[in-house]
């Protein structure tokens, strides 16, 4: 397992943009499958972006043009940068880990197995 610990949320108007970043452990992050999941209230869990060992990346049809995930295996980090961020992206969003090989792809939550404790993004109208 993995320990993945989030942060960058906060407090931002319609249109404006955050960073999200994720501080992962393990000598083997490299080669991880890591992913961006976010769950509003009374929703589940929803796949936004994903990030593959191999240096694919695949995002929700919801956020595609607007978020870009990155990852620096160097430092154990990825990112979830937010861009013309709308009220409905308003979300709790976890870091997720996968050390098994995934296809690229949308995936569940139940695919990851290792999570972040998640960062409040809240985006005012």
């Known amino acids: 397992q993995v320990q993945l610990v989030e942060s960058g949320g906060g407090l931002v108007p319609a249109g404006g943009s955050l960073r999200l970043s994720c501080a992962a452990s393990?000598?083997?992050?490299?080669?991880?499958?890591m992913g961006w999941f976010r769950q509003a209230p009374g929703k589940e869990r929803e796949f936004v972006a994903g990030?593959?060992?191999?240096?694919?990346?695949y995002y929700a049809d919801s956020v595609k043009g607007r978020f870009t995930i990155s990852r620096d295996n160097a430092k154990n980090m990825v990112y979830l940068q937010m861009n013309s961020l709308k009220p409905e992206d308003t979300a709790v969003y976890y870091c997720?880990?996968?050390?098994?090989?995934?296809?690229?792809?949308?995936?569940?939550?139940?695919?990851?197995?290792?999570w972040g404790q998640g960062t409040q993004v809240t985006v005012s109208s």
């Open positions: 997720a880990a996968e050390r098994l090989k995934l296809r690229v792809g949308v995936h569940t939550s139940a695919d990851f197995g290792s």
């Open positions: 393990g000598r083997t992050f490299s080669s991880y499958a």
């Open positions: 990030s593959w060992g191999g240096g694919s990346t």
